[in-house]
């Protein structure tokens, strides 16, 4: 891994780049049982398959970067399930060894090939948030210091900086302080490059208050961080989003919202809310708002990643 931006193939030839849509729900759909406080990292452990047949959907739906299943994956809760160190890092290893085959079965196919540049895998840094299994990622009221954050995560950048991963995502951070420490934490693995993306509570603010703007500025200041942007953030909040990045960096933007409807951290399942349907239309506000990477996150699946990229219009 290098600290060259690997996404700049892809703008070069299409302009945008289609990233996945929900890893988690998705496979909950096709009849996984995740409702532990490992939620898709159990998967590793129980279905590893089921995870490496849905990376290939949604290249196959068009996808040019898979996140891997690492997002709920920490020591810490592994740890809980009696796993030792070194398990938990095979673990890890595993979720981006499970992305990059789905990727080179699908880019053997010579069909595939037609147009298309070779996809990328990005390993997964989930908030801390995720780790507590609680509904935090979308409050972001943890009370730890950065340096606590550091610490937190930085035996799991270790293992997915090394695991032959095209980036990495730090994705769904709901605060600024988490935001403070991944960065600092980046620049202890100087030749990996990473996307930030903050989970929005509103179309201004990220989830624990903090002025969404103030964040982007902060992410974008690291000279490895390739992008910046939202995710898991109701899709009516994101053209603004979008417009408050644009003014404050020049950055390549990413979006990847949730389809609208609320999680329920206790309850442990999604609450109606305003659900979208279709992410065709919305892509193309998105690009127009100045997002150059488009997909989608919970409750969102390779149909809607196939639309996007029609929607796009690119090959």
Not at 167 to 190: D, G, K, M, Q, S
Not at 269 to 274: A, D, F, I, N, V
Request: glycine letters at 8%; hydrophobic letters at 45%; one cysteine or more.
């Amino acid at each position: 891994m290098t600290n060259d931006n690997p996404l700049t193939p892809f703008f070069s030839h299409q302009g945008v780049v289609v990233l996945d849509g929900g890893l988690a729900t998705e496979l909950e759909q096709r009849g996984a049982k995740i409702d532990d406080d490992l939620w898709s990292a159990r998967l590793l452990l129980d279905a590893p398959e089921l995870i490496r047949q849905l990376h290939f959907d949604y290249f196959a739906a068009g996808a040019d970067v898979a996140i891997s299943a690492s997002y709920q994956a920490s020591f810490q809760g592994f740890a809980r399930r009696g796993l030792n160190s070194a398990e938990v890092a095979r673990l890890m290893r595993l979720s981006v060894e499970l992305a990059r085959a789905a990727r080179d079965d699908f880019w053997a196919e010579e069909a595939n090939r037609t147009g298309r540049l070779r996809p990328l895998v990005a390993a997964s840094i989930g908030c801390y948030g995720a780790f507590l299994a609680d509904g935090s990622e979308y409050r972001g009221d943890y009370g730890l210091t950065k340096d606590e954050l550091m610490a937190w995560h930085r035996p799991r950048m270790a293992v997915l900086a090394a695991s032959g991963a095209d980036l990495l995502a730090c994705e769904t951070i709901p605060c600024r302080v988490e935001a403070e420490a991944l960065v600092a934490l980046l620049a202890e693995f100087p030749d990996t490059p990473a996307w930030l993306s903050f989970s929005c509570r509103d179309a201004s603010h990220v989830c624990h208050g903090e002025a969404f703007a103030e964040c982007v500025v902060l992410a974008a200041a690291s000279p490895q961080v390739v992008a910046v942007g939202v995710n898991c953030t109701p899709p009516r909040f994101v053209e603004p989003l979008l417009a408050a990045a644009r003014n404050v960096t020049h950055k390549p933007l990413l979006c990847y919202p949730n389809s609208g409807e609320v999680w329920d951290g206790a309850a442990r399942c999604w609450r109606e809310g305003s659900g979208l349907t279709d992410f065709g239309a919305p892509a193309r506000l998105w690009q127009a708002a100045g997002a150059q990477l488009i997909g989608g996150c919970c409750r969102t699946g390779p149909g809607d990643i196939r639309r996007i990229r029609r929607s796009l219009s690119i090959i």
